[in-house]
Nanobody, 121 residues
């Protein structure tokens, strides 16, 4: 059984911050956790990723310098800290788990949460 549950979304003003959380139940020992987002009418895109065993991270160019990703392995939780939010960050944000070759490719993750909405105005 694999379950991913996101939380922390909301509505904020441009320039403000949000922190998303993803609690996962996952049995794989070497796991990459990814954050993805999908805005209305657009394809889902990779935002950030983190390998749970060594903490290696990757970010999309659009969020570099504004977003960070971290993990708490003891609590099976990953976080996406989003600072200096922009209206173009508005989207449904999803957490995913897998062992991808390309960490920001949404075609390479096996398990997905249901998402949490982020709206920036």
């Amino acid at each position: 059984h694999v379950q991913l549950v996101e939380s922390g979304g909301g509505s904020v003003q441009a320039g403000e911050s949000l922190r998303l959380s993803c609690v996962y139940e996952y049995e794989y020992s070497a796991t990459c956790m990814g954050w993805f987002r999908q805005a209305p009418g657009k394809e889902r895109e990779g935002v950030a990723s983190i390998w749970t065993y060594d903490g290696r991270t990757s970010f999309a160019d659009s969020v570099k310098g504004r977003f960070t990703v971290s993990r708490d392995n003891a609590k099976n939780t990953i976080f996406l800290q989003m600072n200096s939010l922009k209206p173009q960050d508005t989207a449904m944000y999803y957490c995913a788990a897998g062992n991808p070759g390309r960490v920001l490719s949404n075609n390479e993750y096996l398990y997905w949460g249901k998402g949490t909405q982020v709206t920036v105005s």
